[in-house]
């Protein structure tokens, strides 16, 4: 079983910076599409960025130039590293995974195509 667990949430002031991880388990990176989600109270989960097999990486157009995507070969971990952070930034963060041979890369910001989630992390940023 796909096991994902996510860390590095916390509280920063607007204009801050975080970086979030993703311990995964028992995948094989090439063949599962990866990506970071977050759910703000009262709102639908939404994708924040995600990566191929290929190492291609895609990002809400909310966050690009903002959050980078990046993994660490040799360690089973991935991460989020998330700069001039806002208020409207906080949320819970979720890391989550998807066969590729199941979920094309064309959704690999849709929640909805994903089947493995970590417990999330909780991110807010102050004004």
């Known amino acids: 079983q796909v096991q994902l667990v996510e860390s590095g949430g916390g509280s920063v002031q607007a204009g801050g910076s975080l970086r979030l991880s993703c311990a995964v388990s028992?995948?094989?990176?090439?063949?599962?599409?990866l990506g970071w989600f977050r759910q703000a109270p009262g709102k639908e989960r939404e994708g924040v960025g995600g990566i191929d097999g290929l190492d291609n990486i895609v990002y809400a157009d909310s966050v690009k130039g903002r959050f980078t995507i990046s993994q660490e070969y040799g360690k089973p971990t991935f991460y989020l590293q998330m700069n001039s952070l806002k208020p409207e930034d906080t949320a819970m963060y979720y890391c989550?995974?998807?066969?590729?041979?199941?979920?094309?890369?064309?959704?690999?910001?849709?929640?909805?195509?994903?089947?493995?989630w970590g417990q999330g992390t909780q991110v807010t940023v102050s004004s």
């Open positions: 989550a995974a998807v066969s590729a041979l199941v979920v094309g890369r064309s959704r690999i910001l849709d929640y909805k195509a994903y089947d493995h």
């Open positions: 028992r995948l094989t990176y090439s063949r599962y599409l």
